[in-house]
């Protein structure tokens, strides 16, 4: 059956493509043989562009998330290659004479000069320095809501779990190209963060100290780190990220994109536009927008204006001292941890450092990068998944993903506890004493009430399906009474609704004894493994059956027999009144 | 390339320091304030003028003879419910009641700046008073005040001074930075020169004291110098959201960044306008 | 045990899919007035982005570096904006441009590809464990252990030298961490102007940032005695706060009693959590704020830490006041300042050893 529902779709949807004129005798095939031809014999890529340029792409605008990281990280290769003809990276101390008067004749690092020089002394040089900036915030974030809509709607289940590793490795790496960018500079905001982070680094046992003295080449600050840093920046990351960047595009290209489910979109196929030439266009255009919202904000928004301040010392500091937001979490893990620390055999082990600094982000990416194998353990589930789920489906999933977000949030609202105390009128103390409390309370909350909620929604799902919508159209019997008239779904909505959730795989019950009486010996981890199945679908409420369906269509065809036709294009009614349209 | 100088203030900027002078010194006198009354220029008149205005005014929690008043107190609240003024001189004085911080409307954590409530001549009366019960910081002489005067390299110089004791708590550019529980190193934007020095000089609440003899009377006026440099420097970027760091940024990127972008993103997934006709 | 979920699902849809909608056609597609009126339009939107383009060189060499642009309420470096703006502009227009090329004009129907599996075929499968297991065979990696044990071992070797390389890239740490440059006699003097200091200078309430007196000596030759970077490793580690409180809300640690001179104290300045200079100093509470992570101590009770993550106390440098009436340290920190670090232990216990 859907095999022929789809072929008929395909004709039907690509019944324009008779009309085409055969290839040999267009102006393009005329122009372009000769050089594809030429290609082709010494490459060989024909076999490639058949199968590839007309692949096709499913849109949705969450789909375009990720292409926002895509775009960011090229405006920042555009705009940090410019930034590399003026930037001098040399810890050599100078004596500051440019355009900035209230800096004039101080002591600084060349570094910081040169900064001061690109923000002042070349025209439009601090179009790129902010372009360069706000592109690194925008790079981080369109990540992190990219992998957001690959969490909730479950992209990353088989066979893309490799591609949502290869994701995470790329957001450590963008926050790493991030950190070392915000350090270059030499200002006292960078040199700051310079020194917390040696304070993060000194804390590793036994041997952080080592590595410190190695990356400073000696005692913080040393001469040494930033052109150290610099080599990582513009060398080493980028090209870590360009290659991961190819790996994870490859990828999305052979698993083709995953799609919402819908009249006409199965697992089984991709429904979308062609890659040439709308969605190449697509993706063009969407280039140029990104391009150029980072130039609006650059030309309207100050980003680190490093000249307010001043050159780097270690015995000086600013109030509001904070790290670029993406490494919020971190700092305010570092301010809200209790004090913590303990000596053993001579070594030091600084756990109120070690544990939310190091550990912040050691915990966070570990728990990213094993949730996709941790769920698919609990369920069993050993399926290949390209239709995507809506969140509400996954109800365990999603508070999952919340209570993380909260815990996150905490911790970023810890990391500019100072900032907010001072705009708010709020006690410094009193926030960081109660997020220590609400860091456990918070995502505990957030669990249970979000799982509710997405309860709640499969429930009205499928009462939707079972008893129509509500039109907004009330009926007066004859009797009297008022009631309001319920319609049943348009059908594609009701595939839409009902195949978005495919069926739970079954698992043994598991063998606690064996045949002896003896323990089983994976006796103990079965049982986990049932106790998290059963957490996982707790409360879940299912799909309607065939039954069911057949019955509510009986049900609403019966109530239907009414003397006001709604219409064949009646869509409900608006909670204003107003017929709603498609 | 020294031309920044020339064009560093913002056209208006004037007009904003004459409002702001005009405001503090109040609707009774004139816009130009006239030299502040020192210890050597008061009269015993302004003495005993002083005198009855503190009685009325300040005493119920200074104590009639200004000896202060003390309580019992907590490790974070030392007991002074209202803290002795002898030997806290003129400066105190000006400083507390020229900004408007005394008389204080309650019991807080700290005297917030506010609406000032005394004449300039009534405070100067005031501080005459107290100056007479023991000798303390004087209110500044004008030469020390005169931060227009200073060369570029003495403002830069004052940036050194500055960022080593000040930024800590009032921010890079004077913004104001958050103290524990619920108190606050206040903003230094529209602050007066003289105010400026006078809370160096005298350190109120819980500001430390930087007394002349270590910060000198020149490398104050430079500090101001710098204060009033970095309150009065264009924002060359555009928008900084009040210099109060990286916070503001990450706001920025998250609203207007990814807002705007999944506005665009949405328009271009929407399947856009449909007509019922057919090709012709 | 796990039935009652597998029951709740029903494995076939209850829906069949009713497949792809009918294709409904654009405004463009059926109108050719509307299809010209966005052709020109896209065009014109273009041709607004070339103009920009070339605002934007026009502003690049007429718009000085120094002029400001003045709308009320804001005070913007001129060519940033006009330079950002016209880019802007042009950048958007060329990309709302091209995908309203996509959506209005370029082909509509949506098409319809089916997946493969990710995995290969089964002959794909088997045929490539066929070629890796002839490979194995005719390497002999299995039969011949010792070639196979060898190898790897060299190849594990070559990442020595590559680890051995990095060495070079800093000094080991020694005990440098455990020494400041304070040393018995050394005068304090005030930050920046490096004017040393005497009791009666400071008042009660007063702080002082301080340095040693060595960054600001010079030789015979009139040169510093410590200058570039060298200066700032020292001042990581030897930057000092004065302060002055009343010697009767003092309460000193048994051995510290005459540290401080008439109620002057002075501590290190580096934070102990992870190194922030700290010099938030509350004149009334005593208290001592570090910026960075709000670690809180208190100054009139030996440093020890009252809020915030540090868990060490703040190191004191012990003051004494020279022949001619300026203030001095004893001796060098007895406590490591800064951070906490991997064998501050080992270091702290040796260093009490010396001063034992």
Same mark, same amino acid.
């Given at each position: ?22 290839? #040999? ?15 082709? #014999? ?28 895509? @775009? ?13 003809? @003026? ?5 050599? #101390? ?8 209230? !800096? ?11 900064? !001061? ?124 990220? !360009? ?63 490093? @000249? ?14 904070? +790290? ?58 050993? &399926? ?12 365990? &999933? ?12 905490? !911790? ?10 001072? &705009? ?63 319609? +049943? ?12 959730? +495919? ?31 059963? @957490? ?7 799909? +309607?059956?065939?039954? #069911? ?7 609403? &065809? ?25 | %390339? ?113 609406? *000032? ?82 809370? %160096? ?54 609203? *207007?960044? *990814? ?22 | 045990?796990? $039935? ?72 913007? $470096? ?61 390497? /002999? ?113 048994? /051995? ?38 709000? $670690? ?6 030996? /440093? ?26 004893? $001796? ?25």
């Amino acid at each position: 059956m859907p095999a022929s529902a789809y072929h008929h779709a395909f004709f039907q949807a690509g019944d324009g493509m008779s009309t085409y004129t055969p290839v #040999e005798d267009t102006k393009t095939g005329k122009k372009l043989a000769g050089p594809v031809g030429w290609l082709d #014999e010494r490459l060989g890529l024909a076999a490639l562009g058949k199968k590839n340029l007309r692949k096709v792409f499913p849109e949705h605008w969450s789909f375009m998330l990720g292409e926002i990281a895509l @775009w960011s990280f090229v405006v920042l290769l555009i705009t940090g290659v410019f930034l590399t003809l @003026w930037f001098d990276p040399s810890m050599a #101390e100078t004596v500051y004479t440019g355009s900035y008067r209230p !800096l004039n004749g101080v002591e600084m690092s060349v570094a910081y000069a040169s900064a !001061l020089d690109i923000s002042f002394d070349v025209r439009g040089g601090l179009l790129l320095r902010q372009m360069h900036h706000w592109a690194a915030h925008l790079f981080i974030a369109a990540m992190m809501v990219h992998m957001l809509r690959v969490f909730f709607t479950g992209a990353y289940r088989k066979p893309r779990e490799i591609n949502w590793l290869i994701g995470l490795g790329l957001l450590t790496l963008g926050i790493l190209a991030g950190f070392s960018g915000y350090s270059l500079p030499d200002d006292l905001l960078s040199g700051t963060g310079l020194r917390i982070a040696d304070g993060m680094i000194k804390s590793i046992p036994l041997v952080g100290t080592h590595i410190s003295f190695f990356l400073f080449g000696g005692e913080f600050p040393g001469d040494q780190i930033i052109p150290r840093l610099y080599m990582a920046h513009i060398l080493l990351i980028p090209a870590l990220l !360009l290659g991961l960047i190819a790996a994870h595009m490859l990828l999305l290209v052979y698993h083709k994109h995953t799609q919402f489910p819908g009249a006409g979109r199965t697992n089984e196929n991709v429904v979308g536009y062609p890659m040439l030439p709308v969605y190449a266009a697509k993706a063009g255009g969407f280039f140029f927008i990104v391009f150029g919202v980072i130039a609006f904000l650059s030309a309207t928004f100050t980003v680190n204006g490093i @000249w307010i301040y001043g050159p780097y010392n270690p015995a000086e500091v600013t109030a509001g001292s904070q +790290p670029d937001w993406y490494m919020g979490f971190a700092e305010g893990a570092l301010r809200i941890f209790p004090p913590l620390e303990f000596n053993i055999f001579g070594s030091t082990w600084p756990l109120s450092v070690l544990i939310p600094g190091l550990g912040a982000l050691g915990i966070l990416f570990t728990l990213l990068g094993a949730w996709p194998f941790v769920e698919r353990w609990i369920t069993g589930d050993d &399926r290949e998944h390209h239709l995507l789920d809506r969140p509400r489906n996954a109800p365990t &999933r999603t508070a999952l993903g919340v209570a993380g977000m909260t815990a996150f949030g905490l !911790l970023w609202i810890g990391g500019g506890n100072d900032v907010i105390a001072l &705009r708010f009128g709020l006690d410094l103390n009193a926030i960081t004493y109660f997020l220590r409390v609400m860091f456990f309370l918070g995502p505990i909350i957030a669990f249970i009430i979000t799982r509710r909620i997405c309860i709640s929604l499969q429930r009205k799902d499928h009462e939707v399906l079972t008893h129509g919508f509500e039109t907004g159209v009330i009926d007066r019997s004859p009797d009297g009474g008022y009631s309001e008239r319920h319609a +049943p779904l348009p059908v594609d909505a009701q595939y839409a609704l009902t195949s978005a959730k +495919p069926a739970t795989v079954a698992i043994e019950a598991p063998e606690l004894v064996d045949a002896n009486g003896v323990d089983a010996p994976n006796g103990r981890k079965a049982k986990l493994r049932a106790r998290l199945r059963r @957490w996982y679908y707790a409360g879940a409420f299912d799909k +309607p059956t065939v039954e #069911e369906m057949q019955h509510a269509e009986e049900h609403l &065809r019966d109530a239907g027999q009414h003397p006001v036709d709604l219409g064949e294009d009646f869509q409900g009614v608006s909670e204003t009144g107003v017929p709603r349209v498609h | %390339m020294r031309t920044l100088s020339t064009r560093r203030r913002h056209p208006l900027a004037g007009l904003l320091v004459l409002a702001v002078g005009l405001l503090i010194t109040g609707g009774l006198y004139a816009a130009v304030a006239p030299k502040a009354a020192t210890a050597e220029t008061t009269s015993i008149d302004d003495i005993e003028a002083g005198r009855q205005l503190f009685l009325v005014g300040c005493a119920s929690c200074h104590g009639v003879n200004a000896q202060g008043i003390v309580t019992e107190g907590t490790d974070d609240q030392p007991g002074n419910y209202g803290p002795s003024l002898i030997g806290v001189g003129a400066a105190s004085v000006d400083f507390q009641m020229g900004t408007g911080r005394m008389p204080m409307a309650q019991t807080a954590p700290q005297a917030p700046r506010k609406k *000032i409530e005394y004449s300039e001549e009534e405070i100067s009366q005031v501080a005459a008073y107290i100056a007479s019960l023991a000798p303390g910081p004087q209110i500044p002489d004008e030469r020390y005040l005169d931060y227009e005067s200073l060369s570029d390299e003495e403002i830069a110089r004052g940036g050194e001074f500055f960022r080593t004791n000040c930024t800590a708590c009032h921010n890079s550019v004077g913004a104001g930075g958050a103290l524990p529980n619920g108190r606050y190193a206040p903003s230094l934007h529209g602050v007066e020169a003289k105010h400026i020095y006078e809370a %160096m000089q005298t350190g109120p609440q819980q500001m430390p004291v930087f007394s002349d003899d270590v910060i000198t009377p020149e490398e104050k006026l430079a500090v101001i110098g710098y204060v009033r440099a970095m309150s009065t420097e264009p924002d060359y970027g555009g928008f900084s959201g009040g210099n109060f760091g990286p916070v503001s940024d990450g706001l920025f990127v998250w609203v *207007i960044g *990814i807002g705007g972008l999944v506005g665009f993103a949405t328009w271009i997934g929407w399947h856009g306008t449909r007509t019922k006709k057919k090709k012709a | 045990m796990s $039935s009652d979920i597998e029951q709740r699902t029903p494995v076939s849809d209850p829906i069949a899919d009713p497949g792809l909608p009918a294709h409904q056609y654009r405004p463009q597609d059926v109108d050719p007035a509307q299809e010209k009126r966005t052709e020109r339009q896209i065009a014109g939107m273009f041709g607004v982005a070339t103009l920009l383009l070339i605002g934007f060189c026009v502003a690049y060499f007429t718009i000085g570096k120094d002029q400001l642009i003045v709308i009320p309420g804001t005070n913007w $470096s001129a060519l940033n904006f006009t330079l950002g703006i016209t880019l802007a502009g042009a950048l958007l227009l060329i990309g709302v441009g091209i995908i309203q090329w996509a959506k209005k004009l370029m082909g509509d129907h949506e098409m319809i590809e089916m997946r493969h599996p990710a995995a290969s075929s089964v002959e794909d499968r088997t045929a490539t464990m066929a070629a890796v297991n002839d490979g194995i065979e005719e390497s /002999g990696i299995g039969r011949r252990p010792l070639i196979r044990n060898s190898l790897l071992g060299a190849l594990g070797a070559m990442g020595l030298p590559a680890i051995v390389m990095l060495r070079d890239m800093g000094p080991l740490p020694g005990d440098t961490l455990a020494h400041t440059v304070w040393e018995p006699g050394m005068r304090v003097v005030n930050d920046v102007s490096g004017q040393p200091l005497r009791p009666a200078d400071i008042e009660v309430g007063q702080l002082v940032n301080g340095q040693p007196a060595i960054f600001y000596e010079t030789d015979d030759e009139g040169h510093a005695v410590m200058h570039g970077h060298d200066v700032l490793n020292a001042k990581a580690k030897a930057a000092v706060i004065l302060v002055r409180m009343r010697p009767e809300d003092i309460t000193p640690a048994e /051995g510290r009693e005459n540290w401080g001179i008439d109620g002057i104290l002075c501590y290190s300045k580096i934070c102990t959590h992870v190194g922030c200079p700290i010099s938030l100093w509350e004149q009334q509470t005593h208290h001592l704020l570090c910026p960075c992570h709000q $670690s809180t101590f208190d100054l009139a009770d030996n /440093g020890k830490v009252v809020f915030g993550p540090a868990y060490r106390p703040l190191p004191q440098l012990p003051l004494a006041v020279d022949d001619e009436g300026y203030l001095i340290a004893v $001796s060098d920190f007895p406590e490591i300042v800064g951070p906490s670090y991997s064998f501050l232990d080992r270091d702290q216990k040796r260093l009490d050893e010396e001063n034992a």
